[in-house]
């Protein structure tokens, strides 16, 4: 099984401010790495696949990078709807798995 | 639009079983690989379950549910299933029906279904 391992676990920031955040598989991946944003109360929403493609209707301050083991999901300039709990996944081997999620709050 | 409809969840005993059902809509069913995810309380995403489209019927559970759950599809019906049995008390979570993309590569779970909470409790 594929782990992935996310940092840090929570961050505090300004809106305004440029994130990234970390991904990590304790095997290669290739390029098959997606990030989800989720919401409290909400189903998780894609954000980023094939390490950086964005989804359809994602802002363009939502950027996804890396290859292999490691990938970073970067928001250029935060919005105050940004503020939510950020998940990778890989789809390279069976079974999926997700990383366990970096909280993103307001400082 | 598309839209994912699930249900069937509720509370149930340990050892119990529980069918949970999703409704897909605005989009062709049959050409798309579907998942099950799930969420326990306070806790992140776990993958459950996969079934192959039309070209496929291949399936694949998570360790954790390998033996007990047993994913399915209609695609006359629109509807993707989750067979829950020999349920126990660490099954309690949301479970989310998922749409998975492809773009020639994986696409990601591009929709998501609002989730049906399941407890498991004596």
């Known amino acids: 099984e594929i782990v992935l391992t996310q940092s840090p676990d929570t961050l505090s920031l300004s809106p305004g401010e440029r994130v990234t955040l970390s991904c990590r598989a304790s095997?290669?991946?290739?390029?098959?790495l997606a990030w989800y944003q989720q919401k409290p109360g909400q189903a998780p929403r894609l954000l980023i696949y094939?390490?950086?493609n964005r989804a359809i209707g994602i802002p363009a301050r939502f950027g996804g990078s890396g290859s292999g083991t490691d990938f970073t999901l970067t928001i250029s300039s935060l919005e105050p709807e940004d503020f939510a709990v950020y998940y990778c996944?890989?789809?390279?081997?069976?079974?999926?798995?997700f990383g366990p999620g970096t909280k993103l709050e307001i400082k | 639009e598309v839209q994912l409809v699930e249900s069937g969840g509720g509370l149930v005993q340990p050892g119990g079983s529980l069918r949970l059902s999703c409704v897909a809509s605005?989009?062709?069913?049959?050409?798309?690989?579907m998942d099950w995810v799930r969420q326990a309380p306070g806790k992140g995403l776990e993958w459950v379950s996969y079934?192959?489209?039309?070209?496929?019927?291949?399936?694949y559970y998570a360790d954790s549910v390998k033996g007990r759950f047993t994913i399915s599809r209609d695609n006359a019906r629109n509807s993707l299933y989750l067979q829950m049995d020999s349920l126990r008390p660490d099954d309690t979570a949301v479970y989310y029906c998922?749409?998975?993309?492809?773009?020639?590569?994986?696409?990601?779970?591009?929709?998501w279904g609002q989730g049906t909470l399941v407890t498991v409790s004596s």
């Open positions: 996944q890989q789809r390279r081997n069976w079974p999926i798995t």
């Open positions: 094939d390490a950086s």
């Open positions: 079934i192959g489209s039309r070209t496929t019927n291949t399936r």
């Open positions: 998922a749409r998975e993309e492809w773009w020639g590569v994986p696409g990601g779970f591009d929709f």
């Open positions: 605005g989009f062709t069913f049959s050409a798309y690989e």
């Open positions: 095997q290669s991946v290739g390029s098959y």
